[in-house]
């Protein structure tokens, strides 16, 4: 990590409210921006006063699943699952990390669609780098 992306992770903590140690080992330099990791994005949904529930329902090599539910609404959101078919439609199932980690690659690909979908606030436009191998 260089002087600038520190800096930066510093900035985001302050401002997401969390502490700099958190900030420190779950924000990374992806191709020059500082990303959030899927666990942070998850975090800062579950401390949403709307957030009842935001939970992992199955977690396989081949998908995972979430179901998440805010208080306000009377039912939870469908359940948010990502598959290694979707993997493979956004080209990243070759990817080194997919290959080694493929139940992990896809619980964070879920996980934070989930946040995103669920919780657009908490979140902030954040993308996590699982996300931009994707773009």
């Known amino acids: 990590p260089s002087p600038e992306s520190i800096f930066t992770a510093i900035v985001k903590a302050r ?29 800062l949904c579950e401390r949403e006063p709307d957030c009842e529930y935001f939970k992992l329902v199955e977690s396989t090599p081949e998908r995972a699943v979430y179901r998440v539910k805010r208080r ?11 598959t290694m078919g ?4 956004a080209a990243l199932a070759s990817n080194d990390n997919y290959r080694k980690n493929p139940a992990a690659m896809l ?12 919780f657009p606030g908490a979140c902030c436009g ?9 773009a």
């Open 15 to 43: 401002e997401l409210g969390l502490k700099l140690t958190v900030a420190l080992d779950c924000f990374s330099p992806i191709k020059g921006v500082l990303r959030p990791s899927a666990d942070l994005l998850q975090s």
């Open 72 to 82: 306000s609404h009377d039912a939870p959101f469908p359940d948010f699952v990502y």
């Open 86 to 89: 979707d993997a493979q439609t």
């Open 107 to 118: 619980r964070a690909r879920c996980k934070s669609m989930a946040a995103r979908a669920a």
């Open 126 to 134: 954040l993308y996590c780098p699982e996300e931009l191998d994707a």
